[in-house]
């Protein structure tokens, strides 16, 4: 099994910054692709940043510029920067990974529980 734990939401005003992490821990061979994704309520949830293990990284388009996602393969770590938020910005937040638990092993989809980030004055 595989758990995805976040860190590093919050309250911040528009303009602010803040940066999420996510930590993989568990039967993991190797992480293939780590991402972000966000949903509001009555929306679905969509994909904000995704890097994969060689390092190829996509954004949403309202965020480029403004986001940088990294990845730490060795410590199964992915982070969000998150720089001039703006108030369209808030959402519950969730760590994605695909996973392998084996060499042979195709990757699964494994999620973090979400964090809540808001960006309000």
């Known amino acids: 099994q595989v758990q995805l734990v976040e860190s590093g939401g919050g309250l911040v005003q528009p303009g602010g910054s803040l940066r999420l992490s996510c930590a993989a821990s568990?039967?993991?061979?190797?992480?293939?692709?780590m991402g972000w994704y966000r949903q509001i309520p009555g929306k679905e949830r969509e994909l904000v940043a995704a890097?994969?293990?060689?390092?190829?990284?996509d954004y949403l388009d309202s965020v480029k510029g403004r986001f940088t996602i990294t990845m730490d393969n060795a410590k199964k770590m992915v982070a969000l920067q998150m720089d001039n938020l703006k108030p369209e910005d808030t959402a519950v937040f969730y760590c994605?990974?695909?996973?392998?638990?084996?060499?042979?092993?195709?990757?699964?989809?494994?999620w973090g529980q979400g964090t809540q980030v808001t960006v309000s004055s």
């Open positions: 568990g039967t993991i061979f190797s992480v293939d692709r």
């Open positions: 994605n990974a695909e996973v392998r638990g084996t060499w042979r092993a195709p990757a699964y989809d494994y």
């Open positions: 890097i994969t293990n060689d390092g190829s990284a």
